[in-house]
């Protein structure tokens, strides 16, 4: 790969493209956050799943909260299934099959029996942009026929799978939660 040294002489020479400055905060928070030993491959990692995710962002749109309710109310009473009947249910309810491909890929589920609860609640992560906003639709989901009430387990069980895949989350902490489940 051909890198460009040419210098640059004057400021009216840059242009910053205008998602470069939140793309690069991102990977520096990751980074500082993950201190990985090495951070070339890291990069690559990084930008991959960023690209991915990029990827999901233009070729699936992300469910409805119609949708998902639609989805909760068939699999309430399921704890386990095949992924592919899970994609085909979701799909039945207009969920983009891509959408629900880039989750499973994005967090690299095994292709054994899931909690289909497991797959919803990322599936909502995607519909929203804060923590607050993830939070407010995990209970119009899961609380669609109660009038927005989870109950305590289902609640906890909510934020365990949702503290699974948090980084900053540590494997004991899971498992101290896990085991007061």
Not at 62 to 77: E, G, M, S
Not at 87 to 97: D, L, Q, T, V, Y
Not at 152 to 181: E, G, N
Request: aromatic share 10%; net charge negative; proline share 8%.
């Amino acid at each position: 790969m051909d890198l460009d040294y040419d210098p640059i002489y004057c400021v009216e020479q840059i242009q910053i493209p205008p998602a470069l400055p939140d793309i690069l905060k991102g990977f520096a928070k990751e980074a500082i956050r993950l201190q990985p030993p090495c951070l070339h491959e890291f990069a690559c990692t990084y930008f991959q799943r960023l690209l991915a995710t990029a990827k999901l962002d233009a070729t699936a749109p992300p469910p409805t909260l119609a949708q998902l309710q639609a989805v909760w109310v068939d699999l309430k009473d399921t704890e386990s299934m095949n992924p592919e009947t899970l994609r085909e249910i979701c799909a039945s309810h207009g969920i983009a099959s891509a959408a629900f491909s880039k989750v499973f890929q994005l967090i690299e589920f095994p292709s054994d029996p899931v909690d289909p609860k497991e797959i919803l609640v990322l599936l909502v992560t995607t519909t929203a942009k804060s923590f607050v906003a993830v939070i407010d639709a995990l209970f119009k989901v899961f609380g669609h026929k109660t009038g927005g009430k989870m109950s305590v387990p289902l609640f906890f069980k909510v934020l365990f799978f949702m503290a699974k895949r948090d980084r900053d989350i540590s494997p004991q902490t899971v498992s101290d939660l896990t085991k007061s489940l």
